[in-house]
């Protein structure tokens, strides 16, 4: 009997990764107006903000159903496995609702974890997961670790515009107008599950040093999985903040993992953003 690790596509890790990974990935769906689109399996992160920059129609992401989960779970299960299923945040989507529903037909074969998290952090969860399924835990026990080390997790991400969080309806036009006269560059992070401002800077620059200060003051765990983030069509951004972010890693990881992020969180943070997630001390 082995342990099975199941994840939705908010974590950003697509459907080729997944199955390098060794792990099952269920999609949530990204619909521009008529057009619908498997996150992750028909829409890479690079050609979701293609469109996002050039369609007129502002996306919609769709959560997973109950009845996708339960046809995943019968098919994970069948074999007497066990299924560990991290979700996004149970206050972003109500992905995590359907996968608690669908677990109640695998009592004691399919276990939930709602990651409080998304994009890389929860991808984060995922790769602990990973980490423990190879030290040979049972279901029971992974999912002991992951909700005691899941708090833990911080995700911190300096955003390029505000016009996308208008779009998304949460901030208002007049925020959004004035930010954008004054080069505002608004930093948030996942808090409890729910995205937070947390910071305003004056120009990328400053914003840089700004989310380089609030992660200092979290303090890195470099035994645990970290990386960091970049949202848009090209890596420009990401290679200026790690550039700018030196400090924060020298001496201390050789090769610093870097992430696109995908629709779910991409579709209100917008092109230019750049996070970093880690494990605090």
Not at 5 to 16: N, R
Not at 28 to 46: A, K, R
Not at 149 to 163: F, P, Q, R, S, V
């Amino acid at each position: 009997m082995a342990v099975k690790i199941l994840v939705d596509s908010a974590a950003d890790i697509g459907a080729a990764e997944a199955e390098e990974l060794g792990i099952s990935m269920l999609p949530l769906i990204v619909g521009f107006g008529e057009e619908e689109y498997l996150d992750g399996v028909d829409l890479t992160p690079v050609q979701f903000f293609e469109k996002l920059i050039e369609d007129d129609v502002f996306p919609k992401t769709s959560q997973i159903t109950p009845f996708r989960f339960e046809e995943r779970f019968s098919k994970l299960t069948k074999s007497g496995d066990e299924v560990v299923a991290i979700t996004i945040s149970s206050k972003l989507s109500g992905t995590y609702a359907a996968a608690v529903t669908a677990a109640k037909n695998f009592e004691g074969k399919v276990f939930v974890v709602d990651s409080k998290n998304a994009a890389i952090g929860e991808r984060l969860l995922v790769q602990y997961a990973l980490r423990l399924q190879k030290q040979g835990l049972s279901a029971r026990e992974i999912v002991q670790e992951l909700e005691e080390k899941k708090g833990k997790i911080n995700l911190m991400a300096m955003l390029n515009t505000l016009e996308y969080l208008k779009k998304g309806g949460r901030i208002s036009a007049a925020v959004a107008f004035a930010g954008e006269l004054l080069s505002i560059k608004p930093v948030v992070a996942v808090e409890d599950g729910e995205v937070k401002l947390i910071g305003k800077a004056l120009g990328s620059r400053k914003g840089n040093n700004l989310l380089n200060t609030l992660v200092e003051k979290k303090g890195i765990d470099f035994s645990m999985p970290l990386g960091v983030v970049w949202s848009g069509t090209d890596d420009s951004v990401l290679k200026k903040y790690i550039a700018d972010s030196e400090k924060l890693w020298k001496g201390q990881i050789d090769n610093l993992p870097a992430y696109a992020i995908g629709a779910t969180i991409g579709t209100h943070v917008g092109p230019g953003a750049i996070g970093v997630a880690f494990f605090e001390k």
